[in-house]
């Protein structure tokens, strides 16, 4: 059943998706300078939605055990670095934390929006909006699209990781082409030339 009823209908809710290290966070700082458009991040709220004493706190937990806790930190915070290792490396932990999660920062975003429904315009900025069928939440779905080779050297730069691992986690998401069918908009990230502002800078 879709959940579009419970969102405020005249409001514009542009979501930004594309895969890992393709530059997301880069484009929406833009777009949020550039027209003062407030960001809706689902990796802000999936972090949110686990800190210690809250539910998903200890349902995490109870199913990753103590090794998932930074003993290090003062209040026993999950290890996000870790959880991202073992997610990525088992499909069925992946499942399992994306079952709790996903609804949860549906649920959120949802929230969200219609908090902010004096804004006509809101971008969404959802890494798995299409995999975690978050698409009813969008009026329009803008794809930024970066060559899997730039992403990999990015992601291993980024995270500290071999090549086979960053192969590997860009392999568990939809790839661009798929993606490409369902989208509004694509911002192209390719390189340097920063293509994608002449994209917005039309459209929005």
């Known amino acids: 059943m879709s959940i579009q009823p419970k969102l405020?209908?005249?409001?514009?809710?542009?979501?930004l998706t594309g895969g890992i290290a393709s530059g997301k966070s880069t484009i929406a700082n833009y777009i949020n300078k550039y027209r003062d458009i407030p960001i809706l991040?689902?990796?802000?709220?999936?972090k949110e939605l686990i800190k210690p004493n809250s539910?998903?706190?200890?349902e995490v937990l109870a199913y990753f055990g103590d090794q998932i806790?930074?003993?290090?930190?003062?209040?026993?915070?999950?290890?996000?670095?870790?959880?991202?290792?073992?997610?990525?490396?088992?499909?069925k932990h992946r499942n399992w934390i994306q079952n709790l999660l996903h609804p949860l920062i549906k649920e959120k975003m949802i929230?969200?929006?219609n908090q902010f429904e004096k804004n006509?315009?809101?971008?969404?900025?959802?890494?798995?909006l299409f995999e975690a069928k978050f698409t009813d939440l969008c009026t329009e779905i803008w794809l930024v699209k970066c060559p899997k080779e730039i992403q990999k050297k990015r992601l291993i730069k980024r995270n500290k990781i071999s090549d086979y691992e960053a192969e590997k986690i860009i392999n568990i998401q939809l790839n661009f082409e798929e993606k490409s069918k369902f989208s509004d908009v694509i911002l192209d990230?390719?390189?340097?030339?920063?293509?994608?502002?002449?994209?917005?800078?039309?459209?929005?």
């Open 41 to 46: 991040d689902a990796d802000h709220y999936s």
């Open 69 to 91: 806790v930074d003993h290090y930190s003062s209040e026993n915070d999950i290890n996000i670095e870790l959880l991202k290792k073992i997610i990525f490396n088992n499909s």
């Open 120 to 128: 006509k315009i809101l971008l969404l900025v959802i890494p798995l």
């Open 111 to 113: 929230a969200q929006c």
């Open 189 to 204: 990230n390719s390189d340097d030339q920063k293509l994608w502002i002449n994209t917005i800078q039309k459209i929005i």
């Open 55 to 58: 539910k998903g706190y200890k």
């Open 8 to 15: 405020i209908n005249n409001q514009r809710r542009i979501g």
